[in-house]
């Protein structure tokens, strides 16, 4: 076991369940956004059935991130979820709220609105409080042997807010470029029409986050600013794809748009990791010190290397099987 750095391997694993996440889930949390503004029933019945199919599965890289988290980093488990208590509670809900509605709305006749309230209110509500949690990670977080001593809304200040309605707009964003992808006619107009406003709110939340974090805390800004380092390509690569979908877009290069979506959310992505590398609990904690024991942590792998599999093959079979337009009046309910 001391020939591999175990906390290393898990932090990986992590950290990709994570993005894996952001990228699957955060396409259907932004139809969901993008809802109350749909042209018409239709529209929203196309927009759920394209990811009707998914839309569980893609959950799936939730729980195994928080699985791993909890057995491979207890103490990270230990200090976040009190300081997180109210805004994790605000995102299993709005999770909860849509994952009904999905259920219901298609059965429903007289209450379809609520359920598409539901939906809508849902999913904006998660998307807003993991855009929260993203930002109370950057801020990071007050302990004192290994305890979280902060206050319960200590996570809720300006920056967080901001965090917040940022990763509401990149999901919206990545909701729309997927409905272009997935449907035709008036309904993939309407999308496409929104791409460039949702592509300019995210570059301008990219831009005042990239200039704020640095000020957050000096280890940040000393990362960024010390030396002309690599990490610079993080930046550049993000805006190489916001150019990209725009151009893709105007172009009716549908595929490639929604794809350079998910490299934009990519490369912010490593860019928030690199910045606080190797903290896992900013700004004290790291991957190491929040590890648990290294049996606890290889007999996690073992199970791991037996699910990740399986949930790799299951994702990749409803991609496919459920491929394709999704046309008015058709769908997977």
């Known amino acids: 076991m001391q020939m591999f750095d175990l906390s290393l391997i898990w932090a990986v694993i992590i950290a990709v369940g994570v993005i894996m996440y952001v990228l699957m889930d955060g396409f259907d949390l932004g139809l969901g956004i993008l809802f109350p503004f749909a042209p018409d029933e239709d529209a929203r019945d196309v927009m759920m059935n394209s990811v009707a199919p998914v839309w569980d599965g893609n959950e799936t890289w939730l729980i195994l991130g928080g699985a791993g988290l909890i057995g491979a980093f207890p103490l990270v488990y230990t200090i976040l979820l009190p300081a997180l208590y109210l805004g994790v509670f605000l995102m299993l809900a709005g999770l909860i709220f849509r994952g009904v509605a999905f259920e219901f709305r298609f059965k ?78 008036h309904v993939r107009d309407w999308a496409r029409a929104l791409v460039p406003k949702l592509l300019l709110g995210v570059l301008a939340v990219f831009a005042i986050v990239s200039l704020w974090t640095p000020w957050i805390d000096q280890g940040v800004f000393d990362r960024w600013f010390d030396h002309l380092q690599v990490i610079w390509l993080l930046p550049g690569g993000a805006l190489l794809c916001a150019l990209g979908i725009f151009l893709c877009n105007r172009h009716g290069r549908e595929g490639a748009a929604f794809l350079l979506t998910l490299g934009l959310f990519v490369c912010t992505y490593l860019g928030l990791i690199v910045s606080r590398w190797p903290y896992v609990v900013p700004p004290k904690i790291t991957l190491w010190d929040a590890a648990s024991a290294p049996e606890s942590q290889f007999f996690l792998l073992i199970g791991m290397l037996f699910v990740l599999p399986i949930v790799l093959v299951y994702t990749a079979w409803s991609y496919w099987v459920f491929r394709g337009k999704v046309r008015v009046g058709e769908g997977y309910h």
């Open 108 to 185: 429903s006749h007289r209450s379809k609105r609520y359920w598409s309230l539901s939906f809508a209110g849902g999913s904006f509500l998660a998307a807003f409080a993991q855009g929260c949690v993203v930002g109370a990670y950057i801020q990071g977080f007050e302990t004192a042997n290994g305890v979280y001593v902060g206050g319960a809304l200590d996570w809720l200040t300006p920056f967080t807010i901001l965090t917040g309605f940022g990763l509401v707009v990149g999901y919206a964003l990545l909701g729309a470029t997927w409905l272009v992808l997935k449907s035709e006619g």
